[in-house]
């Protein structure tokens, strides 16, 4: 049976250090990311899908949790096909044409920035999430085998903002597409029966990883602001018809990563407890990561 790391989606919300579930006395980086890897194995780094980071900074990151603890780490908005505002990219390539030139660059910074992470054996995945406007096709295909060929020997990630991508027409062909680019796909849990809702079904198409994303389920999903499309807590059922899924995945991958990314306040890391205690799981050791096989 694959290790089953729960976590959430980042340790330095405002609303999470707002709500009390830091202890008093955990007001600098180091504290909060120290008390947060004593609690689970996993997070998600999601400022570098906001600003490329430093060295330094990941170099922090791994320094400050113990071995075997898992950083997943979302992909900069560029890379995805997010729009980017000229202010968050480095200063010498803000005047630059936004092409493949560009995002070549910017995936070598930001490849750069996340080396000392994987060297110390911290990076779980990189996370590609995609934008709604990202519809199936060959040419979002080709976008996408763009990326992977770029990150050719790292781990990857992928999830789909565009519901078409998992149709019950389509499912085959997007399995079939990920697993040739060996490319993890991300199940999510969102609100159901909306026009933008995602089906939580994404099989596992790599041996190495399966990722689950629990996103809440508000009535504004694709809709709203931040709060209103994530703010969500999460009840033990809910939560529980998700076992036999992930007990699935976790028969088929040698790690299945479970973070949460409902907020506002604690939701998250009491959602995150929950599950534990549902798969009946203790703070895991996991096995050192890997690297990426190279597959040039």
């Not at 070549?104 to 994987?118: C, D, H, K, Q, V």
């Not at 779980?124 to 519809?135: D, H």
């Not at 997007?174 to 680019?181: M, N, V, W």
């Not at 041996?207 to 508000?218: E, I, T, Y």
Request: with cysteine; glycine share 6%; aromatic share 10%.
């Amino acid at each position: 049976m694959a290790d089953i790391l729960i976590g959430t989606c980042g340790w330095t919300d405002p609303a999470l250090l707002g709500s009390g579930w830091y202890p008093p006395g955990h007001r600098d980086p180091e504290k909060r990311l120290r008390h947060y890897a004593a609690h689970f194995p996993v997070v998600e780094a999601d400022s570098p899908y906001y600003a490329l980071p430093g060295p330094r900074t990941t170099a922090l990151w791994a320094d400050r949790t113990p071995p075997g603890f898992r950083f997943d780490v979302k992909a900069f908005s560029l890379l995805t096909g997010h729009p980017t505002r000229p202010s968050a990219l480095p200063p010498d390539l803000r005047g630059h044409r936004r092409d493949e030139t560009l995002r070549t660059e910017i995936w070598n910074r930001f490849a750069a920035a996340l080396a000392p992470l994987r060297d110390a054996g911290r990076l779980g995945t990189l996370l590609f999430q995609y934008p709604p406007s990202l519809a199936p096709g060959p040419e979002a295909e080709a976008f996408l085998r763009a990326a992977r060929e770029r990150a050719h020997d790292w781990p990857f990630a992928v999830e789909f903002r565009d519901p078409a991508w998992w149709h019950p027409d389509r499912a085959a062909r997007t399995t079939a597409f990920l697993r040739d680019l060996n490319a993890t796909a991300v199940a999510v849990d969102t609100a159901q029966g909306l026009p933008r809702s995602m089906p939580g079904n994404a099989p596992a198409t790599t041996a190495h990883l399966s990722v689950v994303r629990f996103h809440g389920r508000s009535p504004h999903w694709g809709t709203g602001g931040k709060e209103d499309r994530f703010r969500h807590t999460y009840t033990e059922p809910e939560l529980r018809a998700w076992l036999p899924r992930i007990r699935a995945l976790a028969a088929a991958t040698d790690e299945v990563h479970v973070l949460f990314n409902n907020c506002c306040g604690d939701a998250a890391p009491r959602a995150a407890e929950t599950m534990r205690t549902l798969l009946g799981s203790t703070l895991p050791h996991p096995r050192p990561a890997e690297r990426e096989p190279d597959r040039t």
